[in-house]
């Protein structure tokens, strides 16, 4: 599976837009680009992938640059419950091989 | 509805001991994951099942680690003889395709 680079952390204020930066530029073809998130003492929970288009659901965005290099995942309106730790994940096979990912803190 | 459960929630183990930990995942769900996540740092994947069948098992760290799930649907990972580098939350995740894993809260062994 292709490498993912982050930001180690970054900070968003409650209500604005949080948008996180991810590098995959070896990705392969065949590989997703998934994003899950990881909030204190919890198991990491699914927000969004996609391969080359832009992705939209409940919880976030996704936009794929066109030669599919990097993504940014974007929390529209943050809240402080979206305050955890964001993994970037390139995924060709079952498994989901994790960085140390973004965390996040969004403040008052 | 009910998600993954995995119990016991926190063990703490004596270094030597033998420990089994158990992932009830959601029902209907094909796939199971388990994986390992030391303090600090991402989850590092351990193995997967298909049904009954363990179709990887790259990531056990040595053969003290086993796992299984006899039925297709719940399963167990077994540490013998624990050292204190298995301390870590142990995570099991159950997936119905490809498109999304649901994690369970994890549990959090610990050996002294």
């Known amino acids: 599976d292709a490498k993912t680079t982050q930001p180690t952390s970054m900070d968003c204020a409650e209500g604005r837009a949080a948008n996180l930066p991810c590098n995959h530029s070896t990705i392969s073809g065949n590989e997703y680009v998934y994003w899950y998130r990881q909030i204190h003492s919890q198991g990491p929970q699914y927000i969004i992938h996609?391969?080359?288009n832009n992705e939209t659901n409940e919880m976030a965005s996704l936009i794929i640059t066109e030669d599919r290099k990097s993504s940014t995942l974007i929390l529209p309106h943050a809240t402080l419950r979206d305050t955890a730790v964001y993994y970037c994940?390139?995924?060709?096979?079952?498994?989901?091989?994790f960085g140390t990912g973004t965390r996040l803190q969004v403040f008052p | 509805g009910a998600g993954v459960s995995q119990s016991p929630r926190y063990k703490v183990a004596k270094r030597g001991q033998d420990v089994a930990l158990r992932c009830d995942p959601i029902s209907g769900h094909v796939s199971l994951f388990w994986y390992q996540q030391a303090l600090g740092q991402g989850p590092e994947f351990l193995t997967y099942?298909?049904?009954?069948?363990?179709?990887?098992k790259s990531g056990l760290p040595s053969d003290r680690f086993f796992a299984e799930r006899p039925e297709g649907s719940v399963s167990t990972l077994k540490i013998q003889r624990t050292q204190q580098e298995d301390s870590a939350v142990y995570l099991c995740?159950?997936?119905?395709?490809?498109?999304?894993?649901?994690f369970g809260p994890g549990t959090r062994l610990t050996v002294t």
């Open positions: 995740a159950s997936s119905f395709n490809r498109d999304k894993q649901y």
């Open positions: 994940i390139v995924r060709a096979d079952d498994k989901l091989i």
């Open positions: 996609g391969l080359k």
């Open positions: 099942f298909q049904n009954e069948a363990q179709l990887d």
